[in-house]
């Protein structure tokens, strides 16, 4: 790694600094054998070890996409010393320049100079850069590796004045260059032209990386600068000859030598001009059609059409390419200079004579090539649509052409595609490839027969099938039948069957049925059948008539009637199977079981013999035809078989309507076994009691089973129903203060058993005592001894839920005299109960619950279970129906229609009866009105008579009294409520009317609640907004008009939007018909557009419009009168002068305002721009609506930006629209003007006219040199 023998590589820091600022330096350390390894982003790095004492190390690496191994080499580093200073400033004048101020004693210049302190000096060796900045004494100093040729630069910007030098470094430690002196300089500019003068190297070449320009001068030193974006470069050189060339190889740029600057003269330097000539880009294109739709020339299909690659600037050249020139279809080479290129081909309309066989539009939108210095690895490719050209004429059955829209339907891909003939009859578009049937809908022919037409064809590279077609329609068959349910005889309504045809002919979807199942259509003659297969909940509908289809032939004066087709239904029946481990009879959440076989077979006339499984909830279901009975078994291993026996049946029966039966499965008896050991003292296992307890929740009763001690470890076993269990093992003789004892879950399963392990150890006695009290305070136990007075009022037996950890839970039941003593392991064990009791004279049914806790040590833990009884405040609401007053009954008791009065709604008022269902004996309740979230619920309220005044809130006292007898307490009452509706200008009508509800709340909790639904009126009515009464359109053109529609009414409303029968012969305006739905308050716009034909030369044509609320008699209608319409070009000179940038020497914007007079608009106006004798500004395509100006914008350089210039503005109106222009710009409709505009210097201060003139000698330089600040150039500081 170095030149000489480097005593320590190893272990070496080395960093490397990215070019790009944003990304920090990284550091990587060396191997004992000097080697680095590292990962770095792409990009140029400068590599650097400045630890040495006396070698260090630096390199230059660039980094692209491969891998790179390279070698560094450590040099000397030498301290490079020197001093600069600079001329006094104002000392030089007409009798002392530099020249001979530089020729004065070192004296005189030391005293007329001063340090050029913060001047920052540039020290380049090849692709190494290092900077260092001159101190305030003027002393600078820098370490540089040795063994390089450094080229020494520095420019002051404030002093215009420069200093430079070479520097060999041949190992020495220190370099001492002693003092310098900067030197005046001179601006010199220059430009780069690509290839000749007619373009520069500038940033829209593709490419341009603003390369570098190198000035050497006589003795080799090198200044560098790069070219701006406008292909300019400035150097500021000190006096002597020059070379100039552009640093890179790949430009192969020409030189310039002994280019002669001179200081102190007035004239100005010639501007240099280099030339770069890139070689030429080979590129290979790919063009084909894109059949498979991944833009992959392999699976397209290889075309050769014409093209232009046209550039996009002043780069590059146009390139014209026939089919001749590609080297097979569809692959073609060009060979290009640089610049920005877009590929255009020469596209045709499908009616045009010459149409191309396939479309010229790309697959998508084709990026433009760029051809640089970059060369292509591989072919770009140019996808187009895989459209094909279709053509051919539409006639009627007596010959006659049929100027009609009509379809293409391609049903392997779910396409459709629009087509038109004109007046003879003819069509022609580009189609995508693919089996098509063109449809054309039952229309009137000329001979008054309606008539139809469908033809399959396929569109691909044969165009013998797809061109000069000939479409002939013919009568068409009125299909007639009647749908119904097989066995119910049930007519099927709003129902959609489709028509298949055997011809090819595609399918239809025929027309709802009606109420009655009654469908009929207008169909092409040929082979059809029917197909259905509609679904609805738990209900399936088929028919399939593939295998016996019918002819149309068979019908009678242009009627098919096939009668009566019955549909076959088939239901979904099923259900849960369970297993009642509560013993409920109820299939509850966690009931079902899953993964069951459920064998379903059909008993008469159904072919129906399958199995399905439960799911995870125990769930099945299946659909079958109906009108049968059905033998269904269920299955698993583990339980028993079950068979449905709905009804006494013995059967499942299936009649029209879906079933679901749930069905119980029993588990048979398991086998379970255990083993315990104890802790400390086997002996205590010796008849030790071993009792299951069914776990918490299920049903089953606890049993003692037989054990066998041997071994120092017990054992059991017993059959038992599987499930979950608790295995409880107690000492037989545990003392007063505890004893052995061990508690465990089993779960036993259904196939297996289960087999149980525990370990005794010594626990502690349980001593539960249980306290509750009824409603008139007396206290008793939950035991059942009948000496208590408590247990007559329990209506069953208590029981407690012991819970050891989060799966041990098993219940215990209370003792007769209310207690529990029970041997517990020594844990935290949990006590919940809970009962039912039946107290008050009025036999009510009151809750207790209760629980406690405690930690289960050695010796006897009392506990006590106090119940609490839980509070019940239930209440029911009911409507006293005869006591509705102003307001019309809806469909049932609770749904009412509010009643008109002037400009608001009655009062509603009614009685409501409340019934107290809950067991306190006395409680205030809080009355409430509720208004469910409504657009106008603020507008409402709900109010309650408390015996003087209707109130929004209010409170009633309800209860069962302390006995039967007790009249201070009510258990009922009445109350009278009033509901204010929303006035008719703010109420809405809603679809679900108004929901109010009154509320019974109990310190905050919820007891019952009434709703009701008050419906209001529906309101009709709506009103126009920028109605569109007049429009224009071209001959054989089409034009856009319409409407806002505000709803008015009070409520959505569905609005139907049609066009009266007055529509020009020839004329299509679509929709023809619309509905629209609108919110109340809401506006929407409705869009028709005409189409005019080919003779509509003059004259005007009126269109009415009607619109009808959905109550089908508020309406309205307005005309619109459809004119000829034109373009009218105008454009406004002075506006021009106003609107364009006139500041002299400053690049900026010409705008031409263009001006449409007429009614009719066009998205193809060019406008085009150039200066007379000049460049052309380029031109672009502007959209112009009628009566309206559009600005089109050009950009003017600050070179063209002086004096008085001259454009010519040409604009033109292309393509169909071309032809409704009846006035052109220009004298006698040349299209073109041409005007001048003077450009001013602006004048921003008072300064006297000398300081004004010198400013504009400063301009004129800048402006003949082109002279701009270079984006790139030597590094320097301001001192």
Do not use: C
């Amino acid at each position: 790694m170095t030149q000489e023998a480097y005593a320590d590589i190893a272990n070496r820091v080395v960093t490397f600094t990215n070019d790009d600022p944003l990304f920090g330096p990284i550091n990587s350390t060396s191997d004992e054998n000097g080697l680095v390894y590292i990962e770095l982003p792409m990009g140029s790095y400068t590599i650097s070890d400045e630890t040495g004492n006396e070698y260090i190390l630096f390199d230059y690496v660039s980094l692209e996409t491969e891998d790179i191994s390279m070698t560094g080499t450590y040099a000397i580093g030498t301290w490079v010393n020197g001093s600069i200073r600079v001329v006094d400033g104002g000392l030089f004048n007409s009798d002392l320049n530099y020249s001979v101020w530089a020729a004065e004693d070192a004296t005189v210049k030391l005293d007329q100079s001063q340090p050029a302190a913060g001047l920052e000096i540039d020290f380049v060796a090849n692709d190494l850069s290092f900077s260092t900045t001159v101190a305030t004494d003027g002393n600078y100093s820098i370490r540089l590796p040795s063994g390089n040729d450094f080229h020494m630069t520095t420019f002051s910007i404030a002093s215009q004045m420069s200093g430079g030098q070479l520097i060999e470094l041949t190992g020495d430690a220190e370099m001492d260059l002693g003092l310098m002196y900067l030197e005046p300089t001179t601006v010199a500019n220059g430009f780069v032209f690509l290839y000749d003068n007619t373009s520069l190297w500038d940033g829209t070449v593709p490419g341009y990386a603003a390369q570098t320009v190198v000035a050497t001068s006589s003795v080799g030193l090198e200044w560098s600068t790069t070219i701006a974006d406008t292909g300019e470069f400035t150097f500021n050189l000190p006096e002597g000859q020059w070379d100039f060339t552009v640093d890179d190889v790949a430009l192969n740029s020409s030189n310039v030598e002994n280019y002669n600057i001179i200081v102190d003269i007035d004239i100005l330097p010639t501007p240099i001009e280099l030339f770069v000539y890139p070689d030429f880009l080979t590129i290979e294109l790919h063009v084909f059609m894109d059949a498979e739709g991944d833009g992959v020339f392999a699976n397209g299909t290889a075309v050769s059409p014409s093209f232009t690659l046209m550039p996009l600037n002043d780069h590059g050249q146009q390139h014209n390419y026939t089919a001749a020139d590609y080297s097979s279809p569809g692959n073609i080479t060009v060979v290009l200079e640089l610049g920005l290129y877009s590929l255009q081909f020469n596209t045709t309309e499908a009616s045009d004579e010459n149409a191309s066989d396939y479309t010229l539009t790309g697959a998508i939108v084709f990026n433009p090539l760029q051809v640089g210095l970059e060369a292509y690895e591989e072919a770009v490719a140019f996808p187009l649509r895989n459209d094909y050209l279709v053509t051919g004429e539409l006639m009627n059955n007596s010959g006659g052409a049929v100027e009609k829209q009509f379809l293409l339907r391609n049903e392997a891909d779910d396409l459709w595609f629009n087509m038109a003939s004109d007046v003879n009859g003819s069509f022609a578009a580009y189609v995508p490839a693919g089996d098509w049937v063109a449809i054309v809908a039952p229309f009137l022919a000329d001979n008054d027969s309606t008539e139809t037409l469908r033809y399959p064809f396929t569109i691909g590279d044969d165009s013998s099938v797809r061109t000069n077609l000939s479409f002939m329609s013919s009568d068409v068959i009125e299909l007639k039948f009647q749908l119904q349910e097989s066995d119910t005889s049930n007519n099927m309504s709003n129902i959609r069957v489709t028509l298949v045809s055997h011809d090819g002919f595609g399918n239809i979807t025929l027309s709802k049925s009606d109420g009655s199942g009654n469908v009929s259509e207008q169909v092409m003659s040929g082979n059809w059948s029917l197909y259905l297969n509609e679904t609805a909940p738990q209900r399936h509908w088929t028919i399939d008539t593939s295998s016996s289809p019918f002819a149309t032939s068979t019908a009678v004066d242009g009627v098919l009637d096939l009668g009566i087709i019955n549909a076959e239904l088939e239901v979904e029946i099923g259900g849960k199977v369970f297993w009642d481990l509560d013993d409920d009879d109820l299939p509850d959440g966690t009931e079902g079981v899953a993964n069951t076989t459920v064998t379903i077979l059909g008993m008469n006339n159904t072919e129906i013999d399958t199995n399905v499984t439960t799911d995870e909830f125990g769930v099945w279901s299946l659909f079958v035809p109906i009108q049968d009975e059905y033998q269904v078994s269920v299955s698993k291993e583990g339980f028993s078989t079950e068979v449905y026996n709905v009804s006494n049946s013995s059967a499942y029966p299936v009649y029209s309507e879906p079933e679901s039966h749930d069905i119980e499965m029993t588990a048979g008896n398991v086998t379970v076994s255990g083993n315990v050991t104890d802790i400390n003292d086997a002996s205590r296992l010796n008849g030790s009691t071993v009792v299951p307890y069914p776990s918490s929740g299920m049903a089953g009763e606890s049993q003692t089973i037989s054990s066998n001690f041997a071994n120092d470890q017990l054992t059991w076993s017993a059959v038992i129903a599987p499930g979950k269990w608790v295995v409880v093992v107690t000492e037989a003789n545990a003392g007063e203060n505890g004893g052995g004892v061990a508690v465990g879950y089993l779960d036993a399963s259904i196939s297996d058993g289960a087999t149980l392990d525990l370990e005794m150890s010594l626990g502690g006695w349980i001593d539960l005592s249980t306290t509750w009290t009824d409603i008139n305070l007396d206290e008793h136990h939950a035991g059942s001894d009948p000496q208590s007075n408590g247990s007559s009022m329990l209506n069953e037996s208590v029981a407690v839920t012991f819970s050891v950890g989060s799966d041990v839970e098993w219940d215990m039941p209370v003792g007769a005299d209310g207690t529990i003593s029970v041997l517990m392991p020594a844990e935290f064990i949990e006590m919940d109960s809970s009962f039912v009791t039946i107290q008050h004279d009025l036999n009510m049914e009151m809750d207790y619950i209760g629980g406690a806790s405690t930690q289960v040590a050695e010796g006897r833990s009392p506990v006590t279970i106090s119940y609490t009884r839980n509070i019940n405040s239930d209440t029911s609401i009911t409507m006293v129906e005869t006591s509705l007053a102003n307001v019309t009954l809806g469909e049932n008791d609770l749904e009412f229609i509010a009643i008109e009065e002037n400009e608001a709604y009655q009062p509603i008022e009614f009685d409501l009866n409340i019934d107290y269902d809950g067991t306190e004996t006395v409680q205030v309740f809080d009355v409430l009105g509720q208004i469910n979230v409504s657009p106008d619920e603020a507008d409402w309220s709900v109010e309650f008579w408390d015996g003087t005044a209707f109130v929004e809130s209010h409170q009633i006292s309800l209860g069962i009294g302390n006995n039967s007898a007790d009249t201070s307490v009510e258990s009922s009452t009445t109350l009278r409520v009033r509901i204010l509706v929303a006035n008719q200008s703010d109420a809405w009508h809603l679809v679900e009317g108004h929901t109010l509800k009154v509320r019974l709340i109990m310190d905050g909790t919820p007891s019952s609640e009434i709703a009701m639904n008050v419906q209001i009126p529906q309101i009709y009515g709506f009103s126009f907004a920028e109605k569109d009464t007049e429009i224009g359109i071209g001959t054989g053109g089409s034009s856009s008009f319409g409407f806002m529609l505000e709803n008015t009414g009070n409520g959505d409303d569905s609005y139907t939007i049609e066009l009266a029968d007055n529509i020009p012969e020839g004329w299509e305006v679509t929709p023809t018909n619309s509905l629209i739905t609108i919110a109340k308050g809401d506006s929407r716009s409705q869009m028709f557009t005409a189409y005019a034909p080919d003779d509509f030369v003059s004259g005007s044509k009126t269109v009415t419009v009607t619109v009808t609320s959905e109550d089908g008699i508020f309406t309205d209608t307005f005309d619109v009168v459809i004119s000829k319409a034109s373009i009218e070009l105008y454009i406004d000179q002075g506006a021009i002068v106003t609107l364009s940038d006139n500041v002299a020497d400053t690049a900026g914007k010409l705008v031409i305002p263009v001006t449409n007079l007429g009614s009719l608009g066009s998205s193809d106006v060019v406008v085009s721009a150039s200066i007379v004798g000049g460049e052309t500004l380029g031109s672009q395509t502007i959209t112009l609506n009628p009566n309206s100006t559009t600005n089109a914008e050009f950009d003017v350089s600050a070179e063209d930006s002086t004096g008085n210039v001259r454009f010519e503005v040409r604009v033109e109106v292309i393509g169909d629209d071309s032809e409704n222009v009846i006035q052109q710009i220009g004298t006698d409709d040349s299209k073109i003007i041409d005007f001048s505009v003077e450009y001013y210097i602006t004048e921003e201060t008072k300064d006297s006219p000398w300081f004004t003139l010198a400013i504009f000698v400063l301009g004129a330089l800048v402006i003949y040199g082109g002279i701009k600040a270079s984006r790139g150039g030597s590094k320097s500081t301001r001192f």
